[in-house]
């Protein structure tokens, strides 16, 4: 079964840092690409990065591009996000994701709220 376990969110004051990490399994975490996506308090999904299987491709929506960090260690089937010079209006529930033999996952999520 495959299982993605969020966690590192937390309460952080504008301008601030956190790491989001998302513990794999249940798959072969290194032959897949890996995404993050955000659910903002009463509006959709939206996606903010993706990496890929093999850590050398990495993808940015324009809204955290130069702010946020994907990136992966497949030693520890554990993928991060590194957020830097956090918004209020990066406040969300944050989730890893990936789509595995056509089925598409994700976890429970970890909440980020970017508040003064």
């Known amino acids: 079964e495959v299982q993605l376990v969020e966690s590192g969110g937390g309460l952080v004051q504008p301008g601030g840092s956190l790491t989001l990490s998302c513990a794999a399994s249940g798959f072969t975490f290194r032959n897949y690409g890996m995404n993050w996506v955000r659910q903002a308090p009463g509006k959709g999904l939206e996606w903010v990065s993706t990496?890929?299987?093999?850590?050398?491709?990495?993808f940015y929506a324009n809204s955290v591009k130069g702010r946020f960090t994907i990136s992966r260690d497949n030693a520890k089937n554990t993928l991060y996000l590194q957020m830097n010079s956090l918004k209020t209006e990066d406040t969300a529930v944050y989730y890893c994701a990936t789509r595995v033999t056509g089925s598409d996952t994700r976890g429970q999520g970890t909440q980020v709220t970017v508040s003064s």
């Open positions: 990496i890929g299987s093999d850590d050398t491709s990495t």
